[in-house]
């Protein structure tokens, strides 16, 4: 007899991994049909409990919502009449209280002594001229003018010079108002001024007036009022102002 077996074992039986396997598919085709239904009622009702992502989700922290409530009108309003009678009270008076006046039998003799006006600082005089025959810049104009001039001096007759001179009032129908200094016309001396009113000589009385004025524009001297003529001798006002002693 041969020393060798030939006796060979049973192989195994493929059964048992079969059925490993089909286990494994069905629960895969379980597990994808739970899916797919999952996915299904989802798609259908996003607002379900089981989509943990909802579209609107509701926040519990959140402000509420304001809610507008339209403006009502008020109801119509009916006025109710209504009547008084004031009482109109009287204010109450004040008696004076009678004072007694003082009664002298005696005459007085004191006599009441009045307070002197206090004189301007400055005195003007006026003079009225034939200009081209006084003044020399004017010799050619002979009757073809019209104006004031002057000087300004103090009381030893010292010309002062930078002192202001104005002219107001009306002439030939209109407003004047002109300003200058003493010492701009030296023909009328140091302290010369001058005014040209016009170039025909008219006639007119108290609508102009000269003022002599300080630094401040305050006056030193009273309103000279003065007088014009249709003449050619008197075409010229000269006015001279000098200080009181």
Not at 110 to 135: G, R
Request: proline fraction near 11%; charge should be negative; glycine fraction near 6%.
């Amino acid at each position: 007899m041969s020393n060798y077996d030939y006796n060979e074992p049973p192989a195994p039986k493929k059964g048992s991994s079969l059925k490993l396997w089909d286990i494994l598919t069905i629960l895969t085709l379980v597990t994808t049909l739970c899916i797919g239904v999952y996915f299904i009622l989802v798609f259908v009702s996003p607002n379900s409990p089981l989509n943990p992502l909802p579209p609107n989700p509701v926040d519990p922290n959140a402000p509420p919502t304001p809610t507008i409530t339209p403006i009502q009108l008020e109801p119509t309003w009916t006025a109710t009449p209504f009547s008084a009678t004031e009482t109109a009270t009287l204010v109450p008076t004040i008696t004076l209280v009678p004072s007694a006046t003082p009664l002298s039998l005696i005459t007085p003799s004191v006599t009441p002594t009045f307070t002197a006006t206090p004189k301007a600082p400055f005195s003007a005089s006026v003079n009225i001229l034939q200009s081209d025959i006084t003044i020399p810049h004017l010799q050619s104009l002979a009757c073809n003018w019209q104006g004031v001039g002057g000087s300004v001096v103090d009381a030893n007759n010292s010309d002062i010079i930078g002192m202001v001179i104005r002219i107001a009032g009306r002439y030939s129908g209109k407003t004047v108002n002109m300003t200058t200094v003493s010492g701009v016309s030296p023909d009328y001396g140091k302290s010369g001024f001058e005014f040209v009113l016009g170039t025909v000589p008219i006639a007119s009385k108290d609508n102009l007036y000269l003022q002599l004025l300080d630094q401040a524009g305050l006056p030193l001297a009273e309103n000279v009022y003065i007088d014009t003529f249709n003449e050619c001798e008197k075409n010229l006002v000269l006015v001279r102002f000098k200080k009181n002693r």
